[in-house]
């Protein structure tokens, strides 16, 4: 079974460093897609960047990175420069395959409070 | 240009009473998937629906719970006798067609927040 590990519950930054949260998984199958979503406080879903199994480069969407290491199945999500705006619940999620057939299922880590400090 | 509309934003329900949660998918996606979000917890997935069929509901609890999206209108999660362990934060996340591969996003809703008394 597919399984997606966040060790950190919270962490801390000061404004304008750079933060790194983890993210290990486990699946057999060969291809599969790794997200990161925000959740600020408001409680909404926020897409942040996408990374497929396949993929060549680490994925980068503006101020987030994706620190991709498939031998040892770990997706870290970086993100540079944070600003307050970034306080919120990260969480990992990986495409869950569909027997049979093709499905945008995903199913999520335990998330990550970040707090930036100003 | 909506994204995906979920409505109410919050319910209050006494135990016994049934909860109804709707989800009207982006324009141009026809695929519609639920998650609960338990206090402090990440997003559990529910149910997937294509109109009028049900792909996959290995995420539903076996009693109470019940998914639809017809043809028309918006995808249902219907909640029967609701107990106060219903009381969670209910997405609804709507993609186009699935490839199964890429960047096939799931566009979530901003939850619907269900408070059983």
């Known amino acids: 079974a597919q399984k997606i590990t966040q060790t950190q519950p919270g962490m801390f930054v000061q404004e304008k460093e750079a933060v790194t949260l983890d993210c290990t998984y486990d699946?057999?199958?060969?291809?599969?897609?790794l997200f990161w979503y925000k959740q600020p406080s408001s409680g909404e879903m926020i897409f942040l960047i996408y990374?497929?199994?396949?993929?060549?480069q680490n994925a980068t969407e503006g101020r987030y990175s994706l620190n991709f290491q498939k031998a040892r199945k770990s997706a870290n999500l970086v993100i540079s420069a944070s600003q307050l705006g970034d306080s919120a619940m990260y969480f990992c999620?990986?495409?869950?395959?569909?027997?049979?057939?093709?499905?945008?299922?995903?199913?999520f880590g335990t998330g990550t409070l970040l707090a930036v400090q100003p | 240009n909506a994204g995906v509309m979920q409505n109410p934003r919050h319910l209050v329900r006494r135990r016994g009473q049934e909860a109804r949660l709707r989800c009207s998918p982006m324009?141009?996606?026809?695929?519609v998937y639920w998650y609960r979000q338990l206090p402090e917890e990440g997003l559990k997935f529910m149910v997937y629906?294509?109109?009028?069929?049900?792909?996959?509901e290995s995420g539903m609890p076996k009693e109470r719970f019940s998914a639809e999206f017809p043809k028309e209108g918006p995808s249902i999660l219907r909640i029967q006798q609701v107990v106060r362990g219903d009381s969670a934060a209910y997405f609804c996340?709507?993609?186009?067609?699935?490839?199964?591969?890429?960047?096939?996003?799931?566009?979530f809703g901003a939850g619907s927040r269900l408070t059983v008394l």
């Open positions: 996340a709507s993609s186009p067609l699935p490839s199964g591969t890429g960047a096939n996003v799931l566009t």
């Open positions: 699946t057999s199958d060969p291809s599969y897609g």
């Open positions: 990374q497929g199994s396949y993929d060549q």
């Open positions: 999620a990986m495409r869950d395959p569909l027997e049979g057939g093709a499905t945008n299922k995903l199913i």
């Open positions: 324009k141009g996606h026809s695929h």
């Open positions: 629906l294509q109109k009028e069929n049900i792909i996959d």
